[in-house]
C-alpha cells in the first residue's frame, strides 16, 4: 500500500528551527519527485518546495527561499525539510506529496496539488512565542 508519511512538526519559537520528514511506504522514492506543501488555518494548501530524484533540482516559493531546505536519503526513503528562521506566518499543516505517474516537475509545474497524486497525513508547524 502507497502510503507517505510526515513527521516532525512540534511548537517552536519565532526564529527557531524543525527538521520535517516525509517517509515513502510501497513504493521506491528515489523514481520520484517529492514535494511539500502547507495549509494555514482559513487558507488554500501552498506549495512550498519540490526536490528531484537525485537532488540536483529543488524548487522553493519565495515565502520559504533561503530559510528552508529540501533535501533526500533514497536509501531511507525519506525526503526532508529543514525549516530555519521560522515565522508565526509558518504556522500551518504541512504535507508531502509524490506524482505516482513518475512525471518530472519543470518550470512551475511542481507548485499545483494537481501535479501530485498521493499525500501524506500531514504534521502540524506552530511558530509561536
Known amino acids: 500500500q502507497v502510503q507517505l508519511v510526515e513527521s516532525g512538526g512540534d511548537l517552536v519559537q519565532p526564529g527557531g528551527s524543525l527538521r520535517l520528514s516525509c517517509t515513502a511506504y510501497?513504493?521506491?522514492?528515489?523514481?520520484?519527485?517529492i514535494g511539500w506543501f502547507r495549509q494555514a488555518p482559513g487558507r488554500s494548501r501552498e506549495g512550498i518546495s519540490c526536490?528531484?530524484?537525485?537532488?540536483?533540482?529543488?524548487y522553493y516559493s519565495d515565502s520559504v527561499k533561503g530559510r528552508f531546505i529540501i533535501s533526500r536519503d533514497n536509501a531511507k526513503h525519506t525526503v526532508y525539510l529543514q525549516m530555519n528562521r521560522l515565522k508565526p506566518e509558518d504556522t500551518a499543516l504541512y504535507y508531502c506529496a509524490v506524482d505516482l505517474r513518475g512525471r518530472p516537475k519543470f518550470g512551475s509545474s511542481w507548485y499545483f496539488r494537481y501535479e501530485y497524486t498521493d499525500w501524506g497525513q500531514g504534521t502540524q508547524v506552530t511558530v509561536s512565542s
Open positions: 510501497g513504493f521506491t522514492l528515489d523514481n520520484y519527485f
Open positions: 526536490i528531484g530524484t537525485s537532488s540536483d533540482i529543488s
